[in-house]
């Protein structure tokens, strides 16, 4: 392996945690055999540049639900990200020239291979992140979703012929590719995301340039090295895909850097914040997926044979970790109480475990430091008068485990309400008109997912118009989480606005021309002008 180096040379350069002995990573324990099928042993090349290698620091992942160690990853330096830049721009030449229905047979065998390893990278997903099994497989089902939605949309793309007012004239949109795409990602969703930007990309011609999450860099490397495997057996340059594990100093580099014609990062408005700065001080493209605040309002004539299960999983699943997660739930006063106890109830129900498990509902937070945000949230609420009807201790086992949350009486101005707390807190306020409910929704800084529901049809287009929800995603009756790969995922305000997986949000991968042709003898000038 090129730059890799013996585990002995690197355990000084291992930040954050001290090395862990090799003999007690989990990728050496006969029940986690399965991590050989995916590639990965006790140190893993973090970099992938059509060769596999790194000079990087070495990062070990441990697994949320036991704070084990699982392997460690070298990462990338800044010298290999150079190297790696240089590749991806020269892959892209080649890539280019491709035709778009032949790209998207590439990116169709990428969606079969994931098919023929999604239980193992599934399990893996619940290894290092965290969630549910099956979540983790229902997540690398989204990449081999979007990559047959790729496939066919590989010989749809195009700008149309318009009506030019000359004659003997053609006007015509044509559409190229902008080059090289940074994806940078985050824990929560370390597969799908970026199957969401680069399947979408690379049938647009781009090459693409991956740097995922620290703490999920295995399975950063175990989704490139089963798209490099297809790439290689096509004689394709394997930098169409390249990876480049590393931290901030690699995402710096990435927003900072000119030759990145579109910079797409999934993460914190926080830090959203800085990378859109550094990218438009050099004029760039980004593409932002931010934080969201979401909310569900629940109306008098509501089905809460509906409401209570959707607002379970929008709050529960994933242990609150989703971006989509719903944070705030609006409920009609005459309804309040009854809805509180019936979903406290549902709370008690759910399975907590291992979640690898699949008997289990309900995993652990990410990291260490989540629990210590989950728990400073809960004192906050407690502070400015909320009152915890469920939940909101840590739980008693190994691993990152907290209960799932219920936290009613809060004002709907609240400051820990409008916080986005990236874990399972649900806050509960009451509400009497719609025109409030509707209101509460909109004054967050966040414009991501939304949801009502409700019978009334007026109320339905009311909410879906210009003076309804103000977020990219409005839902009716169902959850706010949970979004199908065929729309436009994305949302407004600081939730940076930017749009990814369907619909048409492959323009964004795309430059955007308008050609006028002149096919005549004449030199006709445009709104009848005459220069003679």
């Known amino acids: 392996m090129l730059g890799l180096r013996h585990a002995a040379v690197s355990l000084p350069l291992l930040p954050l945690r001290a090395a862990a002995a090799m003999s007690t990573l989990l990728v050496s324990q006969p029940r986690y055999g399965w991590l050989r099928e995916l590639g990965l042993q006790e140190e893993n090349p973090g970099v992938y540049n059509g060769r596999w290698g790194g000079s990087g620091q070495v990062v070990t992942t441990y697994c949320p639900a036991n704070n084990e160690p699982i392997a460690s990853v070298r990462q990338a330096s800044l010298e290999d990200y150079e190297e790696t830049v240089k590749k991806a721009k020269e892959a892209w030449k080649v890539w280019a020239d491709i035709p778009a229905p032949k790209r998207g047979e590439i990116v169709r065998q990428i969606g079969d291979a994931l098919r023929q390893k999604i239980k193992v990278l599934g399990s893996l997903v619940s290894l290092e992140m965290g969630k549910i099994y099956v979540e983790g497989v229902g997540e690398v089902q989204e990449y081999v979703d979007v990559c047959d939605y790729a496939v066919g949309l590989s010989r749809m793309i195009g700008g149309p012929i318009l009506p030019s007012e000359r004659p003997g004239h053609a006007l015509i949109e044509q559409w190229n590719p902008v080059g090289l795409v940074g994806i940078i990602t985050a824990f929560n969703f370390p597969v799908a995301v970026y199957g969401w930007n680069s399947a979408i990309a690379m049938i647009c011609g781009n090459a693409c340039l991956w740097k995922g999450a620290p703490t999920t860099s295995l399975i950063s490397v175990a989704v490139t090295k089963i798209i490099a495997k297809v790439l290689e057996d096509n004689k394709i340059p394997g930098a169409i895909c390249s990876l480049v594990c590393g931290g901030a100093d690699i995402g710096t580099a990435m927003a900072r850097d000119e030759r990145m014609d579109l910079l797409s990062f999934t993460g914190s408005t926080r830090v959203g914040k800085q990378v859109a700065l550094m990218v438009q001080e050099r004029f760039g493209r980004s593409l932002l997926e931010l934080g969201g605040n979401n909310a569900i309002i629940v109306f008098e004539d509501a089905d809460l044979n509906l409401v209570i299960p959707s607002a379970l999983f929008a709050a529960v699943g994933t242990a609150g970790q989703r971006c989509t997660t719903a944070r705030r739930l609006f409920l009609h006063e005459s309804i309040h109480d009854v809805v509180v106890e019936k979903l406290a109830k549902a709370y008690a129900q759910v399975r907590i475990g291992d979640p690898w498990d699949s008997d289990t509902l309900y995993g652990p937070l990410h990291t260490k430091e989540a629990v210590k945000m989950f728990l400073d949230a809960v004192e906050q609420a407690k502070q400015q008068g909320g009152s915890v009807v469920c939940g909101g201790k840590v739980i008693n086992r190994p691993g990152n485990y907290v209960e799932p949350t219920i936290v009613t009486g809060l004002p709907h101005n609240a400051p820990i309400v409008h916080t986005e707390t990236f874990a399972p807190i ?44 103000d977020c ?46 002149n096919y005549s003898k004449d030199l006709p000038l445009a709104q009848g002008i005459k220069f003679q």
């Open 426 to 469: 649900l806050y509960v306020l009451k509400f009497k008109e719609e025109e409030e409910a509707f209101a509460w929704n909109n004054e967050v800084k966040q414009g991501l997912s939304s949801s009502i529901f409700t019978k009334d049809l007026g109320r339905i287009f009311r909410w879906l118009g210009p003076k309804g929800s």
């Open 472 to 517: 990219g995603i409005v839902n009716v009756n169902i959850p706010t989480s949970g979004a199908e790969i065929g729309g436009a995922f994305g949302g407004e305000k600081h939730t940076g606005g930017g749009r990814e997986s369907g619909s048409d949000s492959w323009k964004l991968y795309m430059r955007r021309s308008t050609c006028t042709i």
